[in-house]
Every structure is written in C-alpha cells, then in structure tokens.
C-alpha cells in the first residue's frame, strides 16, 4: 500500500491507496513514506474545495475502490444518498437499507467509514437531534456540518 498526506483545514489527510484508494483519513503526522499521484492529487483538489465551501459534490468515486462487508457497503452507500447540507439519524439509515432493527450495526459500519467526508457519516445524528461519535471528533464533526450549513 502507498500513502500521501496533505495539510487540509481540517488537519492531515492521509490517502491509502494501491492502484485505487482505499482509505481517506485524518491523522497526527506525516511519515516518510508520501507517494503522491494525479490520483491522490484530483482527490485532494476536491476535498479542498469542498472544505473551502466551493464544493457539494465529488466526482472521483472512479479512484475509489471500497473494501468492507456487505452489510458495511449498504450502509455507507446509503451515507452516499444523504443531501449536502442535510442530515440523517442512525435509525432513518437503518430504515433506508430495509433493516430498521440493525440501528447498532449500523453505528458500527458508520464508525469504520473508510472515506471520510467523500462518504458522508459526519450528517448523521441521533434520534434526538444531538450529534453523536464520529471517528475524529466531534469537533470536526461540528466543524464540518457547520461548513456545509452556511453553504
């Protein structure tokens, strides 16, 4: 596997990627093994934009390959079906893959999102309208739906 990272207004992004990418994360530094590409760099030149506001819609899901179960896949594809500027409750994702019970798996399948923002798991809340985990914080879940809010 090979990674790029780059300095967004989020924090670092690392990029995972093969031949596809696999993996968009934040982390706390950078290592000695930043292999970018045209990929990586059209990627990154879209979640910037979007971090910027200028962006509601990315159109590099040709580059990614997405690893994870069944059950992970319908979930983040439902992700996927959630409006810029909108959000979704854990049990109204459940209801949208015609699981309504699976509320807890999906959580959990939200909770391994490997793509974050390109797949969307900072839009869903609660049930009472409160923000709940997210993988990095909810500082920049925050940060993020308010981007998107005044956009």
Known sequence: MKTAFYQTDVGIIKITYQEKISKIE????????????EITDKVIDEL???????????TIYDFILLEGTDFQKRVWQELLNIPYGQTKTYKEIA????????????????GKNPLMIIIPC??????????????YGLDVKKKLLALEDNN
């Open 48 to 58: 910037k934009e979007y971090l910027k506001g200028t962006r509601k819609n990315f």
């Open 95 to 110: 209801r949208g893959i015609n699981n309504e019970k699976a509320t807890r798996a999906v959580a959990t399948a939200i």
């Open 122 to 135: 900072h839009r869903v809340i609660g049930s009472d309208g409160k923000l709940r985990g997210y993988a």
């Open 26 to 37: 934040l982390v706390a530094g950078i290592d000695d093994k930043d292999e970018k590409n």
